[in-house]
């Protein structure tokens, strides 16, 4: 297990760490410091897991709650090809409904360099004595229906451009959902997982991308996208 405990920690920190958690669900409810001291109490204390870890699946690991990081679900076909169905960022919880938990030979990997916190011994029966939360994670759970629905219309019905253009807004609107506002946000991406995730060659990732650029619709500068109008480069999503 190379996850690294961290510890021990201040009480603001621990409550710091939710802060992503409690604005995503703060969009489905009204979350009081009640429900936070009950979320807070359902997860133990973070850890860092390293980029290419296996966090949940594959016989390893049960629901978590990301506090900063990409993490994503994947399966792995022959000859070791991998497919990218899903991401995960900062204030997602995961593994608490069917759709974010690995199924089969699915397994949840570490993107880039991420902090969770995993559910803790009774935390789920802490999450479920408390009607606001519950409602706020089956909201939760309906977005990411959605956003797997999104991936799927991704890879069927758009071009390359089409596709990265899609998924860069829709990770920048998640993002921003998580309290990282502005035209830059952190998303230190590695292009092969960009192409794992769009179904594409990594050179046509790399062509893709150098055209949005050059559009001046998204681009990557310091480990961070760069996205001037989100609503543009949706329309250039759609339109191809």
Not at 95 to 114: E, F, K, S, Y
Not at 201 to 224: D, I, M, P, Q, Y
Request: charge should be positive; charged fraction near 20%; proline fraction near 5%.
């Amino acid at each position: 297990m190379s996850s690294i405990s961290i510890a021990p920690l201040s009480p603001s920190f621990y409550q710091a760490s939710l802060d992503p958690t409690v604005r995503v669900l703060g969009a489905h409810a009204s979350l009081s410091s009640v429900d936070h001291g009950a979320l807070n109490e359902a997860f133990d204390g973070p850890e860092l897991a390293a980029p290419g870890e296996v966090v949940f699946g594959d016989g390893a690991g049960g629901p978590f709650m990301i506090v900063s990081g990409l993490v994503a679900l994947s399966r792995t076909g022959l000859e070791s090809a991998r497919q990218i169905i899903s991401f995960f960022v900062s204030g997602d919880i995961v593994g608490l409904d069917t759709a974010t938990m690995p199924r089969g030979p699915g397994a949840m990997i570490v993107v880039t360099t991420a902090r969770i916190r995993r559910l803790a011994p009774g935390g789920r029966q802490r999450l479920a004595s408390v009607p606001t939360l519950l409602r706020a994670l089956a909201a939760q759970s309906l977005q990411h229906q959605a956003w797997l629905q999104d991936q799927i219309f991704r890879l069927g019905a758009l071009s390359a451009l089409g596709r990265t253009a899609h998924l860069l807004a829709e990770l920048s609107l998640r993002l921003e959902r998580a309290g990282f506002r502005g035209e830059a946000q952190p998303l230190p991406i590695k292009q092969e997982v960009l192409a794992e995730a769009l179904g594409l060659s990594l050179v046509h990732v790399n062509r893709t991308l150098k055209r949005l650029r050059e559009l001046r619709l998204a681009w990557f500068e310091c480990g961070r996208l760069m996205i001037p109008d989100r609503a543009a480069l949706l329309d250039a999503a759609v339109l191809g």
